[in-house]
């Protein structure tokens, strides 16, 4: 016996979601004393098996997994292997007459018409915790002319971020009613500020925002020389700040590391306990306000 695992994170056409993949190591779980090869799509897995790859003569079953049974895809993979005993579990069944689902000679599916439904296999395989990083780039802001290395900056600071293992949230600081993806209010802002992990920017706010709300941040400014995000950073007298010449894998990989350690949580809730309201007394006093 030995059986190739398949979904449509399979296809070069097809997609792999988080869905897919837990069920994916749930099966792998359940059958981990069966000799079992993963077949992943090349665009999602460059390098893994491929479906290409998988000879039919070298497996016994063919299990699908996950995903709704319609589409040439999977008439074609029951046509490549035909030999094979062909098994499709926690799937939907559309429409039962559909060749890709006669096909299988099993379907364990997880709902189907006229049959009672049974809970997604996403549900089972046990996840370790990573962090969860809010990002909030600062737009183009031409004001700094000649002194931009917003899209240098951007660049590379992604594709940092992208080989990280945490859960990236892209945030903006831009507020609109009408547009129900962004925030309408700061408090909403602050509400999901105040539960991340660690904030990631290139923008003043971003920095302020996850200060003021305890969490560390990671503060790239993308002006050459540093500007208003680096100045901001002195305010606080935070240290995981860098400029656009000092960015660096070594030094961004440094201060991830302290951000989320005890000394970066410390540091970054001691700066919301000391708010600064002297620019505050100050505009009192340019107006001739008695002092508060």
Same mark, same amino acid.
């Given at each position: 016996?030995? $059986?190739?695992?398949?979904?449509?994170?399979?296809?070069?056409?097809?997609?792999?979601?988080?869905? %897919?993949?837990?069920?994916?190591?749930?099966?792998?779980?359940? !059958?981990?004393?069966?000799?079992?090869?993963?077949?992943?799509?090349?665009?999602?897995?460059?390098?893994?098996?491929?479906?290409?790859?998988?000879?039919?003569?070298?497996?016994?079953?063919?299990?699908? =997994?996950?995903?709704?049974?319609?589409?040439?895809?999977?008439?074609?993979?029951?046509?490549?292997?035909?030999?094979?005993?062909?098994?499709?579990?926690?799937?939907?069944?559309?429409?039962?007459?559909?060749?890709?689902?006669?096909?299988? /000679?099993?379907?364990? @599916?997880?709902?189907?018409?006229?049959?009672?439904?049974?809970? /997604?296999? @996403?549900?089972?395989?046990?996840? #370790?915790? =990573?962090? =969860?990083?809010?990002?909030?780039?600062?737009?183009?802001?031409?004001?700094?002319?000649?002194?931009?290395?917003? /899209?240098?900056?951007?660049?590379?600071?992604t594709s940092w971020l992208a080989?990280?293992?945490?859960?990236?949230?892209? !945030? %903006?600081? +831009?507020?609109?009613?009408?547009?129900?993806?962004?925030?309408?209010?700061?408090?909403?802002?602050?509400?999901?500020?105040?539960?991340?992990?660690? $904030?990631?920017?290139? +923008?003043?706010?971003?920095?302020?925002?996850?200060?003021?709300?305890?969490?560390?941040?990671?503060?790239?400014?993308?002006?050459?020389?540093?500007?208003? $995000?680096?100045?901001?950073?002195?305010?606080?007298?935070?240290?995981?700040?860098?400029?656009?010449?000092?960015?660096?894998?070594? @030094? !961004? %990989?440094?201060?991830?590391?302290?951000c989320l350690g #005890?000394?970066? +949580?410390?540091? @970054?809730?001691?700066?919301?306990?000391?708010?600064?309201?002297?620019?505050?007394?100050?505009?009192?006093?340019?107006?001739?306000?008695?002092?508060?």
């Amino acid at each position: 016996m030995r $059986v190739l695992l398949v979904g449509w994170f399979s296809f070069v056409d097809g997609e792999a979601t988080a869905g %897919d993949v837990l069920s994916l190591q749930a099966v792998r779980s359940a !059958l981990a004393d069966v000799p079992c090869d993963v077949a992943w799509s090349p665009v999602f897995r460059p390098g893994e098996l491929t479906l290409d790859d998988a000879a039919p003569e070298a497996y016994s079953h063919v299990v699908f =997994v996950c995903g709704p049974l319609h589409g040439p895809q999977l008439r074609r993979l029951h046509e490549r292997y035909a030999a094979c005993r062909r098994i499709a579990v926690g799937v939907s069944v559309i429409d039962p007459r559909d060749p890709a689902v006669t096909g299988f /000679d099993v379907v364990l @599916a997880r709902d189907a018409p006229d049959a009672a439904p049974h809970r /997604d296999l @996403a549900a089972l395989p046990p996840c #370790a915790a =990573v962090p =969860v990083a809010g990002v909030v780039l600062a737009p183009g802001q031409e004001e700094y002319g000649a002194e931009r290395r917003h /899209d240098e900056v951007h660049a590379r600071l992604t594709s940092w971020l992208a080989r990280l293992g945490c859960a990236r949230l892209v !945030l %903006d600081t +831009r507020l609109d009613h009408d547009d129900w993806r962004c925030f309408g209010t700061p408090d909403e802002l602050l509400s999901v500020v105040g539960r991340l992990d660690v $904030v990631v920017t290139t +923008r003043l706010h971003g920095l302020v925002t996850a200060l003021r709300c305890g969490v560390p941040a990671l503060a790239v400014d993308p002006v050459w020389r540093g500007a208003k $995000v680096s100045a901001q950073a002195r305010a606080w007298h935070w240290p995981a700040a860098l400029t656009a010449e000092e960015m660096s894998e070594g @030094a !961004l %990989d440094r201060w991830w590391r302290w951000c989320l350690g #005890a000394e970066g +949580r410390r540091a @970054a809730e001691r700066a919301a306990r000391d708010p600064d309201g002297a620019l505050l007394a100050e505009l009192r006093e340019a107006l001739g306000a008695p002092p508060r």
